[in-house]
C-alpha cells in the first residue's frame, strides 16, 4: 500500500508528478486499487493548495492537478470554459485508465466539477462541492464580472490585497503562511489564462443555476459562515438544485478557510466518502 504524508514532512511513498500529452501538470497518491479522488484547485491557485489534506486522505487513491495555466501547467489550449476545465479532468482520467472517481473542487473547482457531472455523469462517483459560487443576483454578478474585467485589463494581481480580506481571517492575515503561499502561487500563473479563468469564475455561474442536464450524484455542499463570495445561501442553493445533497456550513472562517483549517473540510468529506455507495 502506498501513502502520502503531510507536505514537508517525510513521504511514506512521494507522489508520482507527471505531465499529461495536454501540458497538465499532475501528481497520484495512495493506494493504487483504491477509490479514486480528484482534487480542483480555486483560481490562482495551484495543487499545492491540497499539500495539509493529503495525510486524511491515505485510504484513497489521490490525483490532484494544476488548472491550465497555473502552477506547472501548461497554458489553456483554447478559449478557457467550464466544458474545456471538465475536458482537462477526463484527459487526465483516461490517462490514468480511472473509470470513475470521487470529484472535489474548490471555488472555482466546485464549478468545474459540476459541469463535469453534466458532460461526463458515468465518470463521476461523487461531488464535493466547496466554497463555490452560485446565483449573485443581477446585481452583485454584475459587480463580479466588472472585477473579472479589471483582471483583464490590470494583471493577476488586480485587487489582491483586497482579496486577502476576504479569504483569511485577521488572525490568519497576520500571523498565518496562507497569504504568502496565495501570492506566491498568483506570481505564477500564466497571465492570458488566468483572466480568461477568472472570466469564467465570474461568468460560469450562469450555466450551473437549475443544471441542465441535472445532477442527481450523491453530493456535498461546504462554504465557511463568512465567506462573502461563495455564501451559505448560494451553498444551500446548490444544493437544492441537487436531489438528496447535503450542505455543511462551517463557522466562522472565509473563502479560504480549508487553509486555515483543513481538517474542517477533510472530516465531513471522509463521513460523506464512507456514505456514498461504491
Known amino acids: 500500500m502506498r501513502t502520502c504524508a503531510k507536505w514537508g514532512m517525510t513521504w511514506i ?6 505531465i499529461a500529452p495536454d501540458g497538465t501538470a499532475y501528481d497520484l497518491c495512495g493506494p493504487d486499487d483504491a477509490p479514486c479522488v480528484v482534487l480542483i484547485h480555486g ?9 495539509q489534506h493529503l495525510t486524511a486522505l491515505t ?42 472517481a470521487h470529484i472535489v473542487g474548490f471555488s472555482i473547482g466546485g464549478m468545474i466539477n459540476r459541469r463535469f457531472a453534466m458532460d461526463y455523469p458515468e465518470k463521476v462517483a461523487s ?6 459560487p452560485h446565483d449573485r443576483g443581477e446585481a452583485a454578478q454584475l459587480a463580479v464580472e466588472e472585477r473579472a474585467r479589471s483582471v483583464r485589463d490590470q494583471g493577476a ?9 476576504r479569504w483569511f481571517t485577521p488572525g490568519h492575515l497576520a500571523s498565518g503562511d496562507g497569504p504568502a503561499l496565495v501570492r506566491a502561487w498568483r506570481e505564477i500563473v500564466d497571465a492570458d489564462t488566468y483572466a480568461q479563468t477568472a472570466w469564467v469564475l465570474a461568468h460560469g455561474v450562469r450555466e450551473l443555476i437549475a443544471p441542465d442536464p441535472p445532477i442527481t450524484l450523491p453530493t456535498l455542499v461546504v462554504t465557511c459562515e463568512n465567506d462573502s463570495g461563495s455564501t451559505p445561501r448560494m451553498s444551500h442553493d446548490i444544493a ?39
Not at 445533497?245 to 483549517?261: Q, W, Y
Open 13 to 18: 511513498t512521494p507522489p508520482v508528478s507527471k
Open 43 to 51: 483560481l490562482g491557485l495551484s495543487r499545492r493548495l491540497w499539500d
Open 127 to 132: 461531488l464535493a462541492i466547496l466554497n463555490s
Open 157 to 165: 494581481f488586480a485587487t489582491f490585497d483586497a482579496a486577502l480580506q
Open 59 to 100: 485510504n484513497y487513491r489521490v490525483l490532484r492537478y494544476d488548472l491550465y495555466g497555473h502552477g506547472d501547467s501548461a497554458p489553456a489550449p483554447a478559449e478557457a470554459t467550464l466544458t474545456l476545465f471538465a475536458r482537462q479532468i477526463a484527459g487526465l482520467l483516461a490517462q490514468e485508465d480511472i473509470a470513475r
Open 240 to 278: 437544492s438544485e441537487i436531489a438528496g445533497a447535503e450542505t455543511i456550513i462551517v463557522p466562522r472562517l472565509k473563502h479560504l478557510g480549508l487553509m486555515e483549517d483543513p481538517a474542517a473540510f477533510t472530516n465531513p468529506i471522509l463521513n460523506f466518502l464512507q456514505k456514498v455507495p461504491t
